[in-house]
């Protein structure tokens, strides 16, 4: 059964324009698309005011707040808390393995 894509979650990237921060947006999107592919409805961006804005929301809860949450989201926690809120059973693969410590 698939879902049709208004009914999935949606995401929104906001990044600030006066930073310079379009690409890092863009690529944390393509990461959450390549994951993600058949449980979003949507990955968008969207420029925000100068002021160093860096917002990700899953439908209407921030997510991640770069001032909030000191600094940037790495990968990983950036998929883990998507897939927590969308679908807890996913496997992320690597990402859910616990490190070697090398």
């Known amino acids: 059964m698939t879902t ?8 929104t990237i906001t990044y600030c324009i006066g930073c310079n921060w379009m690409l890092r ?12 592919q058949d449980q979003l409805g949507a990955v968008s961006l969207a420029p925000g005011e100068v002021g160093g804005i860096f917002e990700i929301r899953l439908d209407q809860e921030l997510i991640w707040e770069r001032k909030r949450d000191g600094g940037f989201p790495d990968v990983k926690e950036l998929k883990t808390r998507v897939r927590d809120r969308i679908n807890p059973q996913q496997d992320l693969g690597h ?6 410590g090398e």
């Open 25 to 36: 947006a863009a690529w944390m999107a393509q990461e959450l698309l390549s994951t993600f």
């Open 4 to 11: 049709i894509p208004s009914q999935k979650p949606k995401i």
């Open 95 to 100: 990402l859910d393995r616990a490190t070697s």
